[in-house]
Structures are given as structure tokens and as C-alpha cells.
């Protein structure tokens, strides 16, 4: 069993950044997909950006250009570096693994991230 814990989150004023980071309690060499999901009150959970083993990286139309995801095998860590935050940006951003498609993926428990003035 894999356990996965975000940090990073916090306040914001529109216009900064903010990087998270999901550290995995294992190595993530054998996962194929890891992603950032992010969950705003009253709003299903949407995905915000991807990373394959392979390193190729897939964002949401709302974050392209803002928002970086990234994997530091060593460390068993991936972030999610996110700059010219906005208001709608504001929700708990959750990090995602699986190994495989038919594999059980693993869920953090959540980092809030709040932008506002």
C-alpha cells in the first residue's frame, strides 16, 4: 500500500504561485500515470494536469501556460508549480497515482489552496 501526502497549499493573492508537492510513501518508478486533481466547493473533482512514466505531461484548457507538473523519481515526488493564480483557481488539489489502467489508483488526502486579495 502506497501512501500519498501533498503539501504546499496555502493562501494566495491573484497574480502568485505556489508549487505542491505529493511525496509517495514508495518509489513511483512503477507508476505509469500521476496527476494533479483539484475539487472547488460545490464542484465535482476535475483534472488538472498529468504526467506519464515517460514523462509526457497533459494540462486542462484553464491551466495551460500557468500551471507545471513535474516528477523527481529520486525524491519519489511529484509538484504541480503554479503561477499567475486566480480566484477560480481556489479548491483542494488532490494528487492521483496508478500504476496501471485496471490497477486501484491512490488518492492524498488533499491540500487546500486558496486565492484570493
Known amino acids: 500500500q502506497v501512501q500519498l501526502v501533498e503539501s504546499g497549499g496555502g493562501l494566495v493573492q491573484p497574480g502568485g504561485s505556489l508549487r505542491l508537492s505529493c511525496v509517495a510513501s514508495?518509489?513511483?518508478?512503477?507508476?505509469?500515470?500521476m496527476a494533479w486533481y483539484r475539487q472547488a466547493p460545490g464542484k465535482q473533482r476535475e483534472l488538472v494536469a498529468s504526467?506519464?512514466?515517460?514523462?509526457?505531461?497533459n494540462y486542462a484548457d484553464s491551466v495551460k501556460g500557468r500551471f507545471t507538473i513535474s516528477k523527481d523519481n529520486a525524491k519519489n515526488t511529484v509538484y504541480l508549480q503554479m503561477n499567475s493564480l486566480k480566484p477560480e483557481d481556489t479548491a483542494v488539489y488532490y494528487c492521483y497515482m496508478q500504476r496501471y489502467t485496471w490497477s486501484n489508483p491512490y488518492w492524498g488526502q488533499g491540500t487546500q489552496v486558496t486565492v484570493s486579495s
Open positions: 504526467i506519464t512514466n515517460g514523462g509526457s505531461t
Open positions: 514508495g518509489s513511483i518508478d512503477s507508476f505509469n500515470y
